[in-house]
């Protein structure tokens, strides 16, 4: 994929599509994971998660069919 696509694909304000005072970003089925934007990714209704680190040249994905009891512990 070219740079210039993937860069379309980014999290971005939604003033164009939302309104000139929207505060939501979003990409193309992506979002920020972290306060810092130093991650994007997607969530699933399931919490399942994908996280991709830029910076890091880093995937984490972690799937699961609900919650669970260790949720808490390790989706963070």
Do not use: C
């Not at 599509?17 to 979003?26: C, G, Q």
């Not at 830029?54 to 069919?65: E, F, W």
Request: proline share 5%; no cysteine.
């Amino acid at each position: 994929m070219r740079e210039e696509t993937f860069a379309q694909q980014l999290p971005h304000l939604l003033t164009k599509e939302l309104s000139p005072t929207a505060i939501k970003e979003w990409g193309i089925g992506l979002s920020y994971m972290n306060d810092e934007k130093t991650a994007i990714g997607h969530g699933a209704a399931s919490l399942s998660t994908f996280h991709f680190y830029p910076s890091q040249n880093l995937v984490v994905t972690m799937t699961r069919n609900n919650a669970g009891k260790n949720f808490d512990k390790y989706h963070p």
